[in-house]
């Protein structure tokens, strides 16, 4: 259960900054004039901040699980030490 911890944390650590960003982009875009409407903007915007929260999520899981990996190395070390005493 405590592999999935970071998981879980991901999505609260960046909804705050992806609700910034959507709301900066949406004034943007709504300002710019673009041939897009903004509707098809702003959907698009959702989808990307979506991909970016899974993104996010998997690049922690991946960080754990290198530091669960480095951790066991170092373990791995010292006893490989001691049996060569």
Do not use: F, H, V, W
Request: glycine letters at 2%; one cysteine or more; proline letters at 4%.
């Amino acid at each position: 259960s405590t592999a999935n911890a970071p998981e879980d944390d991901a999505p609260s650590r960046y909804s705050r900054t992806e609700r910034t960003t959507y709301s900066r982009y949406s004034r943007d875009a709504n300002s710019s004039g673009s041939s897009l409407p903004c509707n098809a903007l702003e959907k698009r915007i959702e989808e990307l901040e979506r991909e970016l929260a899974k993104e996010r999520q998997e690049n922690a899981r991946l960080m754990k699980m290198t530091q669960d990996k480095e951790e066991l190395i170092g373990k791995l070390k010292e006893e490989i030490d001691l049996l060569n005493r």
